[in-house]
Structures are given as structure tokens and as C-alpha cells.
């Protein structure tokens, strides 16, 4: 199985998703601020990804300042945690993992730093591993959705890689293949980043799955010709009325198929709801560099004097969602209430 | 004014498309093929300028063969007129330009063949003349549907570039500013040759008309913020009916409008109208190389052995057209009758 982030030497080392599929190659971090810039720079992404790299943060950070008194320590993790908690503002899953490690540091009774620092790593060691089997309980879930035979188009990366493993919208595409289902997929490219491009097709192809790579304005025709059996994506905040945030574009998609009926699932785990945030307007949306509109490394294709602009995420409103995959059952009718029922207990 | 296209020094010179905004510079070309060619890598595009270019191929092949005997003048010009004929399958303009060329080669009285490509140069002349002036008709009438400070969001490149000048789209927004209204300019990047960024967004900012970049995934968020008061694009071909083929991704952004009660507007002059065609879906729709999806120049992000589909256009249905703006006027109800009582008279 694809590791995108592993705990091996005593550190964090997460793949360098800004340079796959042309290189693949595992970073290495030893402190928040470390894994805080690799979140910022999308080393790496993905909502619960990005909740298990800051969990990891939180440990490194402990794990290095282990030798400090406890009023010292306590002083670092904090620091620690406010830098993570200021790399990206979109996905909750960021702030869900963080709100986890301090409950850890809270309640747990150690006299000492260094053991707070091994709970902290347990505790990050947990998150991870139980991001891996939610991936899969939904995988298991969701599969029951899609037609042997059908062809599901995704957006973005919400794989392995968007994952501690297996994936969310692609892990129900996995769970689906492993259960005889013929499923192949269209990935739309996914600008700016090219998530769907370098990172899903990369995926995919590693496990053999067919993926038809297509550019984000061809989604429509496609689905006007009858290509396109049922969308999935991920997400990066679901409100508690069951609105989604997740990749800039992903509104445009559920918009089409909904002109032609097609189903658009979303494949969420429970840590990506935020039961405090009523409805998706709400939902903070980051602006990231321009620059990153105009160029790809090295290569510019928009002059620099040129006004841009950088939205990172969209909103998607319930009213064009099928239904909400889980870990713990499948919302089909998105209201607060059936989504408070089941995240909340 | 920007001269896409010119004669001078008795050859075409075209701006190499390509290459902008990093480069200016003209091309020049001597005969079919090498128009042929240029038509198919983009050097020209658009569909009045591809038009314009195609005219100009077969007054280059009848100069070039004017010392033949008649016959095998004829001969020349025939075969010249085939290969133009197969450069790009959806644009009607180049087959429309082409008729025209036909019609004059097979009207004019001349006993000799110098005679003729002298009539065929004027002839080409007068298709580009014609286009300027369509456009700036066009851009007067359609001037009037934009309000004093709009924020119009266009697709690809419907302007001077797309045309032998003033554009169709911007050319409706160079005269709405003309005629005294802050206009501010919305650009869709357009993947994957980039037209918005790097054609409509280098050609407002040359008019010092204002212009915000985007990619195509964030045209649903823009909207969806009340950040668009009106679209406007350009067109490739328009059937019978009134359903509108144009670059891919015009559909989804036809959609988007809709959901949302925006404006959609086309500006397409009457050689554009493909009276033969009764609806869009009948108009083919051209698949272009998949290195152009996967690679820009020499960069490359996907892996070669993904499998890519290229489609170059898609077909807005006419349902989703608030109104046709044509040189000889607006077609509001888009209806077949209300089409053929304006273009075909």
C-alpha cells in the first residue's frame, strides 16, 4: 500500500507531492514548522492527509523539546500548535487533529515531558491508522453505489495520497474493484495544482485501475455525451447542514451533473464535518499565490503585470449532493438532523 | 489596431499564437500548405481568423502558380483548396471563406491565370476588410446589452487575435468601452492552449482594458459570489437551430450561467452560422493530439502512458443563449425561423 506519510527513523517522512509523477521521493520532518511549511507548500495535501501531518507535528515538536521542563515544553507545544494551526485554513481535518493531539497532552498523567511525548506519538500513530481503516469502511460502504461497468469520474486527488492510505472518493473506487466491479475512471486535470493530472492518474495507474486523463472544461462535454456514469470527489469541510468545500471546480462538476442527472457522491470520514459551522458560505475558502495560476516551475505563460486570482476551494451546496459517504453509514438525505444523528453520536 | 493577420511584401504575415504573451512576432507564408499548416498548429486560430487565413492560402497558391497554363493553374488551386479544407474540421468559417475563394475563382471573366490570382487576392483582401467591419458592427450593437460597470467574464480568445480585428466577444466590450462604460474583464484561462491567459488577458491589457485571470474552475465560485454580471463568448459554428459550438468548456460556463440567471451571450457574425445544420449535436467536434494536454512546450506533468482524450470544442444548447449578437442584428428568441429570417437574407 501507498504510504504517503510513514514514521521511520525516529521521524515524519511524507512523499513530495509537488514533484510526482516525475519524481517519487519521501521528505523528512523534525519539528512543527517544518511540517507546517510542507502543509503550506502542499508537500502534503488533502484533508486527512493534512490532519495526519499535523498530528505528526505536534509529536515532532514533542519529541524535540522532550529534554525541556514541562512548563517549557508545555510552552513549545503550543507554539507548535498555533504555527500548524496557521498553514492552511480550508480543510478541517487540520484543525479536527489538532484539537485531538492537545485533548492528548490534557488528559493524559505523566509526570515527565518525555512521556507525554511518547502519548503524543501513540496518539498520532492512532489517527493515522484510523484514518486507513475509515478509508476503508467507507470504501466498503460507498462500492455498493457504483455499477459494475460504470464510469466514475473524480476530481482532484482524494487517494492515497489525499489519505494516511487507500483514500477516500478513490478508495471507494478500490473497494469497488476489489469487491469484481469493472469500474474506470476519468480524472479531470485540476487546475492550478494538476492534483487530478500528476497525482490520481499517478495512483490509479499505479494499481492498474483505468483512468482517462481529461482538462477541467471538458467535464461538461463529457457528461453531455453520455460518458460519464457517477461522479465522486472528497472533501475538504462538510457544514452541518451537509454543504461541501472541497477543490476549486468542484461546484462546477456537481452543477452538471445535476442539469444531467447523474448521481455526485461525496466520500467524507467524520473528521472532516464541522457541526459548528451552519452552512458552506461560511466555510472559510483560501486564496493562495498567484503565481501559482501563471506558472508551472520554471515556465510562465501569464504575463506578471496581469490581475489574478487564486480561490483554492468552492462550495458545493446539498441540494446537488446524492448522498454523503462515511465510516459510519451513508447520509442520503442531507439534512442537519440525519448529519447530527450520525456524526455526532 | 492589432493586425493578426497582413499582407505585406506581397506574402501573409501572421502573429505566431503560440508563442504570446512571451513572444511577438509575425510568421510569413507563401502558400496553401504552409497556411494549411499554421491553421492546424495554431499558429491563427479562431474561427473568422482561420477564415481570413484560408482565403489568404489560396490567393498565396494562385500567386504562386500565376505562371501556369489555366489548366493547370486550376489544377493548383484545387489541390491548394483541398488541404485547406482538411486543416481544422469545426470552425465553419474556414469552409465558409474557402466557398467564397471558389465562387470568385469561378466567376471572374479572365483569359489568364494572374488575372485570376489577382482576383483572388482582392477577393482575400476584401473577406478580412469585411470581418474588421462585421466586428466593429457587432461590437455596436452588442455594446448595448452591457451595463456601465459590468463585470463581463469571457472564455478563450474572442478577440482581436480570434479575428482579422476588433474580435467578436471583446469586440463588444471595446465598444461598450468606446462608448463611455467601465467594463471590467473576467478571463478563463482556458486549457489547455491557454487562450484566456495568455491571448484575451495579454490583448485587454495591450487596450489597457482592466482584466482579472482565472482558471476554468473557478468560474462556478466567482459566480456563485454575484462576482459575474454577464458573459460573452465567441462561437465556431452555429446550426440551424441556434445550439452554438465553441471551445470546450463554453458549455459548463452555459450551465453555470443558467443556475444563476447571468446573462449568456454569443457574438458570431453570419459567416459563422452553419445553415445546413440543423442542431448541434450533428456539428463534429475536432479531437486534437494529447501531448497537448499532458505537456506544455517542453514541460511535462502526466505520465505518457495515462490514457487522455482532446476534445477541442464543446455545444452550448440554445436553451442556455440569452442572445446571438450578429453584424446585422440580435437574435434574442433563438428559433430557427427568427435565425434564418436574419442570416440567410
Not at 9 to 33: C, G, K, T, W
Amino acid at each position: 500500500m501507498l504510504e504517503t506519510l510513514r514514521w521511520k527513523n525516529d521521524q515524519l517522512e511524507m512523499i513530495d507531492q509537488r514533484v510526482l509523477p516525475n519524481q517519487f521521493n519521501y521528505l523528512s520532518f523534525h519539528s512543527a514548522i517544518e511540517v507546517a511549511e510542507a502543509i503550506r507548500s502542499m508537500v502534503v495535501r488533502g484533508a486527512p492527509a493534512i490532519g495526519c501531518a499535523a498530528a505528526y507535528g505536534i509529536a515532532l515538536e514533542a519529541k524535540k523539546n522532550s529534554h525541556l521542563d514541562k512548563p517549557d515544553f508545555l510552552a513549545a507545544l503550543e507554539e507548535g500548535w498555533q504555527i500548524l494551526s496557521k498553514s492552511r485554513p480550508t480543510a478541517v481535518n487540520l484543525f479536527w487533529a489538532l484539537k485531538r493531539m492537545r485533548q492528548a497532552w490534557n488528559t493524559v498523567s505523566a509526570t515527565y515531558s518525555y512521556q507525554i511525548a511518547h502519548a503524543l506519538l501513540e496518539e498520532a500513530h492512532r489517527i493515522l491508522q484510523e484514518d486507513i481503516c475509515n478509508n476503508r469502511k467507507m470504501g466498503a460502504l460507498g462500492a455498493e453505489l457504483l455499477k459494475d461497468g460504470a464510469h466514475v469520474l473524480t476530481y482532484c486527488n482524494a487517494g492515497a495520497l489525499a489519505t494516511a492510505g487507500h483514500g477516500t472518493a478513490l478508495g471507494v473506487i478500490r473497494s469497488a474493484i476489489w469487491a469484481g466491479k469493472r469500474i474506470s475512471v476519468i480524472s479531470a486535470e485540476t487546475r492550478p495544482f494538476l492534483q487530478g493530472a500528476r497525482l490520481t492518474a499517478w495512483e490509479l495507474n499505479q494499481d492498474q485501475i483505468p483512468v482517462t486523463l481529461i482538462t477541467d472544461n471538458m467535464i461538461g462535454h463529457l457528461i453531455s455525451k453520455g460518458e460519464v456514469d457517477a461522479i465522486i470527489v472528497g472533501a475538504d469541510r462538510v457544514a452541518a447542514n451537509g454543504d461541501v468545500a472541497n477543490k476549486i471546480g468542484t461546484y462546477m462538476v456537481a452543477v452538471l451533473a445535476k442539469r444531467h442527472n447523474i448521481p455526485f457522491y461525496v466520500a467524507s470520514p467524520c473528521s472532516t464535518f464541522d457541526l459548528d459551522i451552519l452552512e458552506g458560505n461560511l466555510i472559510p475558502i483560501e486564496e493562495r499565490p498567484i503565481e501559482e495560476i501563471a506558472n508551472l516551475d520554471e515556465y510562465q505563460w501569464s504575463l506578471g503585470k496581469i490581475k489574478m486570482r487564486h480561490f483554492a476551494f468552492d462550495v458545493t451546496p446539498r441540494d446537488l449532493i446524492t448522498a454523503i459517504i462515511t465510516e459510519k453509514g451513508i447520509i442520503h438525505q442531507l439534512t442537519q438532523e440525519n448529519i447530527f444523528k450520525l456524526i455526532a453520536q
